[in-house]
């Protein structure tokens, strides 16, 4: 019974570049949420995605920054142009509809 | 908006030892969830315990307990008998049960770094 999976583990990306974040939900749940957590810092939310609906995105800036849970296959979170400012641990947790969400093990964002 | 606060930066607890750790937090709603959350240095987010804000009764977990006080919008967690395993980063957490898009999210505190010693 595998957990959220998340990868890359570990991505490096150039300023500038776009980074893509893959996030399988636990079998059987259909909520998925983004987090990101920057040094020393608490998770803060970003997206919280159904299939194929984003439910609330008050978490997640305007620009650069995009989100998908298609009907088929990951959620993808989507930065373009990355900046420097968005190094940071990149969290997904999934659920069932009113449970308690469980974490991946974060994809760590280094931005050169 | 909800918000969470955990004025410990740090704290330190000997081995066998219990130690509490402190979370407030400020809502209008009176429905809703709240967790603390461990994060050790391998980064994982695991989930130690939740409360329902409609049961007075406190929840425990083996040897992770909380001290919820909705009025005082207080929400401790005690560690007993501490284990050299319990040293992480530990993050109270809040959810709305109300509907409507705020549902589901959590919003964390800044956490508590736990240190145990031998």
């Known amino acids: 019974n595998a957990g959220v999976m998340q990868n890359p583990r570990h991505l490096v990306r150039r300023r500038g570049q776009e980074a893509r974040l893959r996030c399988s939900p636990m079998k059987g749940h259909s909520h998925v949420y983004w987090y990101r957590q920057l040094p020393e810092e608490g998770l803060k939310f970003m997206v919280y995605l159904q299939k194929e609906n984003i439910i609330d995105e008050s978490g997640m800036p305007k620009e650069r920054f995009s989100a998908e849970f298609p009907k088929e296959g990951p959620s993808i979170l989507r930065i373009q142009q990355v900046v420097r400012g968005d190094s940071a641990a990149y969290f997904c947790?999934?659920?069932?509809?009113?449970?308690?969400?469980?974490f991946g093990d974060g994809t760590r964002l280094s931005i050169l | 908006a909800q918000t969470v606060t955990q004025s410990q930066p740090e704290m330190s607890v000997q081995e066998a030892e219990t130690v509490t750790l402190s979370c407030t937090y400020d809502t209008s709603e009176s429905d809703y969830y709240l967790f603390w959350y461990k994060q050790p240095p391998s980064r994982q987010m695991i989930l130690v315990i939740r409360?329902?804000?409609?049961?007075?009764q406190n929840a425990t977990e083996n040897r992770f307990s909380v001290n919820f006080q909705k009025a005082a919008k207080s929400f401790s967690l005690k560690i007993s008998d501490s284990q050299l395993g319990d040293a992480a980063m530990y993050f109270c957490?809040?959810?709305?049960?109300?509907?409507?898009?705020?549902?589901?999210?959590?919003?964390f505190g800044q956490g508590t770094i736990l240190t145990v010693h031998p």
């Open positions: 947790a999934s659920s069932r509809s009113n449970q308690p969400q469980h």
């Open positions: 409360q329902e804000a409609y049961k007075q």
């Open positions: 957490a809040y959810r709305s049960n109300a509907g409507g898009t705020s549902y589901g999210k959590l919003t």
